[in-house]
C-alpha cells in the first residue's frame, strides 16, 4: 500500500485564486458623464468623492454651485476639495480631480439659474444625473422652499426629456416625505396640492401674506420642508414619466460608517445636533418617546444605494431598448419611476432609548475640552414635565449666566442661542414621538442584483449593519469633524469632564438641601 503525502489530493489548479466578475457599476459608469446639484451639500460631496474614487473611468463630472455667503463658487469648490473627506481620493487618485467642471446655478431661480451655454452642455453630454439638491431647513420659508425643492426638480427633469444619451435621473427624496401617514411603502402617493397651483399660490402673493397662510398650507404637515418634499415626489412622478428615473427616500442620515472616512459628517442636523448639544451640556432634555423608533440610516450607505440605482434603472433602460425586461414584482411604480426607500427599521431597528444609550457608551471616553457643563439629558415622552426640565434646566441656568456676564461686562448670548436650540428641539419632537412602518422590498432587491463585487465596492446592505461598533465611530466623528477637537486634546477634556461631573453633583447636592429645607419650613409652618 502506498503512503500518500499530506495534502496530496490538491493540485495545481487549486492554488489559484477564483476569478471575481468585475464590477458592473464601475462598468456602467466607464465613460459617463455625470451632473450633480446640491454637490456642496453633505450627501452631495460625498457622491461626488464615491463616484471619483470608486469609478476611475468615469468621463466627466459636472457640480453645480451658487455663490453663498460671500464666497465664490470657485471658493466653495476648492474648500470642498481642500476637506478631509477627500484626502483618500487625494491619495489614491490625484488625477480624478480634473474631471470635475463648476456648473453655476442658483435652484431659487427658474431653470436652475443656468446659463443658456450651461444648459446646451449639460443636454448635449450628460448621461446621468443626482439630483441631490434642497432646502433641509425646516422652518424655511415657503416661498423659497417651493422654489428651490419643487419647480427646480420640474426644471431639471424638463431638461432631462431633452437630453438624448439620458441613461439614468436619481431624485433624492425623504422617508418622511408624507408623514402623516403611518405607514410608507415604496410608491407613491396623492400630495397635498399640486406643485402648478402651489407654485401659483407662492407667484401671486407677497411674503407677509404667504407667512399668514402657510399654518394652513401645510394642514397635517409638521414643516416646509416634508410638505414641499411631497409635492416634488409627485412632479417626479409626472414629469419623469418615460424617463430613467429612479427615487430614493433616506430616513435621518447619520455619519459616514466606513468611507471614505469613518464618523465623517459637516452637518448638525436631526440626532446629531441633539446628540453633539447633550454631550457638550448644553441640551439637556428632548420630547421624545423612548419606546419610539428612531429610523437612522449612515450617509455612504445612502449614496451607495443611490448609485446601485443608477445603474439598475439604467441597465433597465437598456433592456427596455432590446425588447426585454426582467423587472421583479411591485419593483417598478407609476409611470415607470423605481422607488426605494432607504430605512434602517426593516432589518436593524433602534429605539430612541438604545440611541441614548449607546451615547452614554461611547461618549464619556471621548470628552471634550469644549464641554459647557456635565452632561444631563432626559428623554421625556410627556409634554408638560419636558417644558418644566426646560424651564429649570435650560432657560433658567441661561437668563442667570447672561445676568453674570452682564454684570461683568460681556455680551449675554446663552438666552438667544437657547432660543435656537428649543426651535430646533420642537422640530424633531415630532418626529421623536412617533413611529413608522416603512417597507423597502424594492432596497432589498436592488441589494441582491449587486455582484459579489459590487457589494464590496457599494456596500448598503443593513442587515449587515451594527450599531454599537457605528456608534464607537459616530461619538468619535462628532468631536472631530463637528467640533474640530482632535482626539489628542482628550486628555484635557477628561480633567474638564470631572471639574464639571464635580461642579454638577455639588450644585444638585446643594439645591436639594434647599429644597428640603423649604419643605421642613412649610411643613412647620402648616403643622
Known sequence: MTDEREGGDITAADMIPPLTEPSQIQQYFDGTTVFLTGATGFLGKLITEKLLRSCPDLKKCYIMIRQKKGKTAEQR???????????????????????????????????????EEDKQRILAEVN????????????EKIRVSTYINIRATRDLLRMAKDMKNLKSFIHVSTAYSHCPRKEIDEQFYEPPIT?????????????????????????????????????????????????????????????????????????????????????????????????????MVPADNVINCAIAAAWDVGKRKCLNNNVESNFQENEVEENGVAVYNYVSSPEKPIRWKEWKRLGEKHGPAV?????????????????????????????IPAYIVDFLAYCVGKKPMLVK?????????????????RTWLFRNKNTRNLWTKLNEEDQKLFMFDMG????????????????????????????????????????????????????????????????
Open 77 to 115: 469648490l476648492e474648500e470642498m476639495f481642500d476637506g478631509v473627506l477627500f484626502d483618500r481620493l487625494r491619495r489614491e487618485n490625484s488625477k480624478a480631480f480634473d474631471k470635475v467642471s463648476m456648473i453655476y446655478g442658483d435652484l431659487v431661480e427658474p431653470n436652475l439659474g443656468l446659463s
Open 128 to 139: 446621468c444625473i443626482f439630483h441631490v439638491a434642497a432646502t433641509v431647513r425646516f422652518d
Open 195 to 295: 406643485a402648478d397651483k402651489l407654485l401659483n399660490v407662492v407667484e401671486s402673493l407677497d411674503d407677509e401674506t404667504l407667512t399668514a397662510i402657510t399654518p394652513a398650507l401645510l394642514g397635517q404637515f409638521p414643516n416646509t420642508y416634508v410638505y414641499t418634499k411631497a409635492i416634488a415626489e409627485d412632479v417626479v412622478k409626472k414629469e419623469g414619466a418615460g424617463l430613467p428615473v429612479a427615487m430614493i427616500r433616506p430616513s435621518i442620515v447619520l455619519a459616514t460608517s466606513k468611507e471614505p472616512v469613518a464618523g465623517w459628517i459637516d452637518n448638525l442636523y436631526g440626532a446629531t445636533g441633539i446628540i453633539v448639544g447633550a454631550a457638550l451640556g448644553l441640551i439637556r432634555t428632548l420630547h421624545c418617546d423612548p419606546e419610539k423608533l428612531a429610523d
Open 367 to 395: 470628552p471634550s475640552p469644549l464641554l459647557v457643563w456635565h452632561y444631563c439629558f432626559f428623554l421625556n415622552s410627556n409634554y408638560y414635565i419636558h417644558w418644566l426640565c426646560l424651564i429649570l434646566l435650560q432657560r
Open 417 to 433: 442661542g437657547y432660543q435656537k436650540i428649543e426651535k430646533f428641539l420642537n422640530v424633531i419632537s415630532y418626529f421623536a414621538t
Open 464 to 527: 449587515r449593519f451594527e450599531w454599537d461598533s457605528y456608534f464607537y465611530t459616530y461619538i468619535r466623528g462628532g468631536r472631530v469633524y463637528l467640533l474640530k477637537d482632535p482626539l489628542d486634546t482628550i486628555p484635557q477634556g477628561r480633567v474638564k469632564y470631572y471639574k464639571l461631573k464635580l461642579a454638577h453633583y455639588t450644585l444638585v447636592t446643594v439645591l436639594a438641601l434647599i429644597f428640603l429645607k423649604l419643605i421642613l419650613v412649610l411643613w412647620n409652618l402648616i403643622f
